[in-house]
């Protein structure tokens, strides 16, 4: 994994677009004052049973509203908190638009106490933490664990957990979930056709032909409203090619990064996919809709993470059996082995600092760093934590049982990628140039030109604040 990588940021928040223009002007221009009772106050003293310093003050909690639904935070995070603190009243709200939703309220001066950042519009990590809206949460790590006294929280986690949510040298964003990436199919059709997981490209290559001649099913098919699901693959084959440093040097904005052979190499073989295999009508449908054609078995594969399961729960056969295979080897001379998967804590969680109650912010996320609400939770939403042993005699699914293999064959080869965190115009160019690329409207090399232009006219921006990792 890599080293912390210190982060600092910009103008206060992106995402203005999604608020009303006159009302985001304003909020620049004469941010509201913050209310005089504010995180300023004083905490309560702190003592064994109350690390802390919690108080009576009210919670509001805001979680995102997809894949993973919102009962787990009704039903397993928020009753557990309750079950200590029952005189804090917890007051519960879910959204599929963060940014839309909560943006206007940092404006304000009047955050929430805890926020699930996450989904496709998710409010920028960096600009929030430029701004000093993001709650240092060292006190956190450094709390005894909800199960054991003598543990720290700190203890209890993937250490990746840490390394990636620093900003500016300050633990701030808690990534709750591990999230494992991948492609996507049913066992059970892939049993019943004789249909095998392919360890190679040309393998995979040959079998979506042989899966587009059967007529039974489109081979492949992606979030088409949402390319990011697609870049996520292409952006992994380029460093299973090239090597980890593929990933780092477009992390550390480095010339050229985005124009290499890995880079050519992943981009035309994507490229052919989207000619010659993909679902018809993939360019106009969203997540849900290709996830659920595959469900209809319309559809024999795409590539999605390991909150898929859960996200279709509703709309998948009882026998479908949800399987997920690692990117193939494309040559035998790639740089990184069979198996290499990109992982990574997700599901992110934030305490505003200008919140008017971030000890009970952070006491809220030391709950559910217990096993209980971990196990609670990996069982309910059919994914894992990144809580040591939380899964530990729990009940997997067939999806979560798959990808978990997935990640203990991979070991340390194991890759990931911060530019979409660290520069929101990177990732909303790629989205868009990645789309153009599925659907032949850019060559791999128009494509792989225009995210090079863009990486350099962030790199010489002076306004951004840079990032780096090793």
Not at 212 to 235: C, I, R, W
Not at 288 to 305: E, I
Not at 358 to 386: I, N
């Amino acid at each position: 994994m890599s080293n912390t990588p210190r982060i600092t940021r910009r103008e206060l928040l992106r995402g203005a677009a999604l608020v009303p223009v006159a009302g985001a002007l304003a909020a620049c221009a004469t941010p509201a004052a913050k209310p005089a009772a504010t995180a300023s106050s004083a905490p309560i003293a702190t003592s064994a049973a109350n690390p802390l310093g919690v108080g009576d003050k009210p919670l509001e909690v805001w979680i995102f509203d997809g894949g993973f639904g919102q009962d787990y935070a009704k039903n397993i995070h928020q009753p557990l908190f309750k079950s200590k603190y029952p005189k804090v009243e917890v007051k519960h709200n879910a959204t599929k638009e963060i940014t839309k939703v909560l943006q206007p309220r940092f404006a304000g001066g009047n955050p929430p106490e805890v926020i699930d950042n996450s989904g496709a519009n998710f409010m920028d990590f960096g600009a929030l933490a430029q701004d000093g809206q993001l709650q240092d949460l060292a006190a956190l790590l450094d709390a005894p664990s909800w199960d054991d006294p003598n543990v720290k929280v700190r203890d209890t986690i993937d250490p990746s957990v840490i390394s990636i949510g620093t900003y500016d040298g300050k633990f701030s964003v808690l990534g709750y979930v591990n999230y494992i990436f991948g492609v996507w199919y049913s066992q059970k059709v892939f049993r019943e056709n004789g249909w095998e997981a392919p360890k190679t490209w040309d393998e995979f290559l040959k079998l979506c032909e042989t899966i587009k001649k059967s007529g039974k099913m489109a081979p492949f098919t992606y979030a088409g409203k949402h390319p990011q699901y697609l870049y996520e693959p292409l952006v992994t084959l380029a460093a299973k090619i090239g090597g980890n440093e593929v990933m780092v040097n477009l992390d550390n904005l480095e010339d050229g990064a985005w124009t290499t052979e890995a880079m050519k190499t992943a981009a035309t073989a994507w490229a052919e996919i989207g000619a010659k295999y993909l679902m018809e009508g993939t360019a106009g449908l969203d997540h849900v809709q290709t996830q659920t054609a595959q469900n209809k078995y319309q559809v024999a594969m795409l590539p999605s993470g390991s909150w898929l399961e859960n996200e279709q729960k509703s709309t998948t056969p009882a026998d479908f059996e949800y399987g997920m295979f690692t990117l193939p080897d494309f040559t035998g001379s790639d740089k990184l082995p069979y198996g290499t998967i990109h992982t990574s804590p997700g599901e992110n969680f934030i305490v505003p600092s200008k919140s008017a109650n971030p000890q009970g912010g952070m006491e809220y996320l030391r709950a559910m760093l217990s096993k209980k609400a971990a196990g609670d939770f990996s069982e309910l939403v059919r994914t894992v934590t990144v809580v040591k042993g939380a899964g530990e005699g729990r009940q997997l699914s067939p999806g979560v049982s798959s990808a978990t293999q997935a990640v203990t064959t991979a070991g340390s080869n194991v890759v990931f990628y911060m530019w979409e965190r660290w520069y929101a115009q990177l990732k909303d160019e790629c989205k868009a140039a990645t789309g153009e690329l599925m659907t032949g409207g850019l060559t791999p090399e128009k494509y792989l030109e225009r995210m090079q232009k863009k990486a350099d006219e962030i790199k010489n921006d002076s306004s951004i604040k840079k990032f780096t990792r090793s």
